[in-house]
């Protein structure tokens, strides 16, 4: 493994692989080696995937996408990225390297599971762990906490197996520095602004050449395809608002759902920190433990430990008066741990040494390990079983509803018998929004119809919608007399902009000769200066955003500062020269050497990761179910 690492050390670019092999860890459950049943996706060295690890592994790759491209990720982007064939080949990726994990014994311990757990933001309220959250996300994804814990522990192995193939990448000063040299010089322009509104007052259009450019400029003014619709929507909230859900329901689910409702043993308590660097000599360490000691005596005697927290502790926590929030075993470092679990409410520890430095501890309340009585949890459970009735009713009465349409009913019928009111909407495109209603769905339906008449049930998030298709209109462009004033601003426009992009190149040429500021002149124009350019982020100072000039700036030279072309930034025509290049900033770097360094590292493992995967895929036997070959080339 070693002269792979070092084989591998120097990589320039690297692929992001780690992220994706955890989200592929979170469908390993207890019995990853025993198929579920039907055909398997991959046998891999003889243990097997099954398609239930597949679907999970599928799905969760798909939530990672959606969240990460947000509004982005269209279905033409889910079709060009194949989630199919990644999971499969990420499937096969992570057994190979919790097989390779086992073989090198490595393993993760009880402690280290919670410890993730805990840290992670999705089970947290109000910046703390909460354990009723917790279960109540993983039943919603289908998971018990068993599962989810063991994968969990899958995870860890990963990760020390990462740190353990990639232990052989070291970064260096010099490593890092000529990039950042790169990165982070900058350039000052002068340019000429070429303005287009002081050609536009002037222009004259007469018919002709209005009716000329309206007829070969179209497609600018085409229509989308529109629908015109008559819905109903069936709310969640007006049944959730006259629902009333039984006790004895309320008490089967407390009794179904245990877990959600189960407390361990967990002690609320604030703390006082005196921070000692870790290598820090003996005198460093005494002066903390002094200053421990005298607060400690403060404490002891009575007086405010929160007040004497805030004024002391060199813990985030100080702003909250130290106070840490209930916690429960394994989630602190032990010696903490063991001094926080042994006091009672309203004690005071003696002096605590962790790796932190020293500690001074107050309990301010413990939690008993068991099941959170009914009556403690009542309204809780009672708020979640009406949101999903509700939810479920609506559906129901929509599927009757839409039952009686097709028997021959109209929408207005349907609505006056159950109390709901039928909108209609003038002509909508696809991308547009419809007031009251939340979602693409009912929009997606009505573009599906071949042509108008009842659409299907359409479910959004805030309920159910019923709907009607009035009308269906194509793509069109309306007449020129519909919308003259719309063409003779966009003429215009057109003729503004080619009058200053004339002008613009006439300065160019002339500066070619006399120098830019001599042929900027000559049209009654000043040169003006961007200030310091950046390489990266399309921002040109104040010229404005031109990715294309923020490239090209950096290609002038003093001995050709005259950029080759005409520029269009925010609508005006830019002519540019170099003034001056501005060296990166030495001690710019010094500050972020250490950062730097770290990314550049990061990178490489990441690289070094991929590569070591591949190598494991080379060396084993792999089989993919005939379902899934399509999807399982092995990676390049």
Same mark, same amino acid.
């Given at each position: ?8 050390? @120097?990589?320039?670019?690297?692929? #992001? ?39 999970? /592994? ?11 491209? !947000? ?14 064939? &990644?999971?499969?080949?990420?499937? #096969?990726?992570? @057994? ?25 933001? /999705? +089970? ?23 599962? +989810?814990?063991?994968?969990?522990r899958q995870d860890i192995l990963v990760s020390k197996l990462r740190d353990l193939i990639t232990a052989g990448v070291v970064i260096g000063e010099a490593d890092v520095r000529g990039r950042y040299d790169y990165d982070n010089e900058k350039v000052n322009l002068g340019f000429v602004r070429v303005d287009p509104e002081q050609y536009r007052a002037g222009l004259e259009l007469s018919d002709d050449q209005l009716k000329e450019y309206f007829d070969s400029h179209?497609?600018?003014?085409? =229509? ?14 007006? +049944?959730?608002? @006259? ?7 309320? !008490? ?47 404490? !002891?005697?009575?007086? *405010? ?55 001074? #501890? ?42 009686? =349409? ?40 009505? +573009? ?52 200053? !992009? ?22 009654? $124009?000043?040169?003006?200066? @961007?200030?310091?350019?950046? &390489? ?18 950096? *290609? $002038? ?56 995967? /591949? ?22």
């Open positions: 493994m070693l002269k792979f690492i070092r084989r591998n050390a @120097s990589a320039l670019w690297v692929k #992001i692989m780690f992220i994706a092999i955890v989200i592929v860890f979170m469908t390993w459950g207890v019995g990853a080696v025993i198929s579920s049943g039907g055909d398997i996706v991959a046998r891999v060295n003889g243990e097997n995937i099954d398609p239930l690890q597949f679907r999970r /592994a599928h799905d969760n790759m798909r939530r990672f996408y959606q969240n990460l491209y !947000k509004e982005a990720f269209s279905p033409q982007i889910e079709k060009a990225m194949n989630l199919p064939a &990644r999971t499969v080949d990420q499937l #096969i990726a992570s @057994s190979l390297l919790r097989q390779e994990a086992d073989r090198l014994g490595l393993s993760a311990t009880d402690a280290e599971v919670l410890n993730t757990i805990a840290a992670n933001n /999705a +089970f947290h309220v109000d910046g703390r762990f909460n354990r009723e959250l917790y279960v109540d996300v993983l039943r919603q994804n289908g998971l018990r906490p068993t599962e +989810f814990e063991e994968s969990q179209q497609d600018e003014f085409r =229509l989308p395809d529109r629908v015109e619709l008559a819905y109903i929507v069936l709310p969640n909230a007006q +049944f959730e608002a @006259s629902m009333t859900i039984p006790e004895a329901d309320v !008490k089967q689910y407390y009794d179904t759902y245990e877990d959600e409702f189960r407390q361990e043993e967990e002690v609320r308590a604030r703390h006082i920190l005196f921070r000692v660097e870790e290598g820090a000599d003996d005198a460093t360490k005494a002066t903390a433990r002094q200053r421990a000691e005298a607060v400690l005596a403060k404490a !002891k005697s009575g007086e *405010d430990f929160a007040k004497l927290a805030t004024e002391n502790s060199e813990d985030s926590s100080s702003s909250r008066g130290g106070d840490l929030g209930f916690f429960r075993r394994g989630l602190m470092v032990p010696p903490f741990e063991e001094a926080a679990f042994a006091m009672q409410p309203g004690q005071v520890s003696e002096i605590v040494e962790t790796q932190f430095g020293y500690h001074i #501890i107050r309990v301010e309340e413990r939690r008993e390990p068991g099941v959170k009585p009914f009556a403690e949890v009542s309204t809780q459970i009672t708020g979640k079983m009406k949101s999903e009735r509700a939810q479920a009713m609506a559906n129901e009465k929509a599927t009757a509803a839409h039952t009686e =349409l097709t028997g021959g009913k109209t929408l207005e019928e349907v609505a006056a018998a159950q109390g709901f009111e039928v909108k209609t909407t003038g002509p909508l495109a696809k991308t547009d929004r419809i007031a009251g209603v939340n979602g693409t769905g009912l929009l997606n339906a009505a +573009f599906a119809l071949d042509q108008r008449g009842l659409g299907p049930v359409v479910t959004n998030p805030d309920g159910q919608v019923l709907f009607r298709l009035n009308k269906k209109i194509p793509t069109e462009v309306p007449e020129l007399n519909g919308i003259r004033d719309q063409v003779e601003k966009a003429a215009r426009t057109k003729l503004a902009n080619d009058k200053a !992009k004339a002008t613009a190149e006439e300065i160019l040429a002339a500066a070619k000769d006399k120098g830019l500021e001599a042929a900027a002149q000559e049209h009654g $124009l000043a040169v003006e200066e @961007s200030g310091p350019v950046e &390489r990266t982020g399309g921002k040109v100072g104040t010229i404005g955003a031109s990715p294309e000039l923020a490239k090209q700036a950096f *290609d $002038l030279t003093k001995d050709s500062p005259l950029a080759p072309t005409v520029y269009d930034v925010g609508g005006n025509s830019i002519i540019v020269a170099l003034k001056e290049r501005i060296p990166a900033d030495s001690a710019g770097f010094e500050s972020q050497k250490a950062q730097l360094i770290e990314q550049e590292k990061g990178r490489l493992q990441n690289s070094v990761l991929t590569d070591f995967i /591949a190598e494991l895929r080379s060396r084993a036997d792999v089989v993919v179910g005939k379902a899934y070959e399509a999807a399982a080339a092995p990676p390049m």
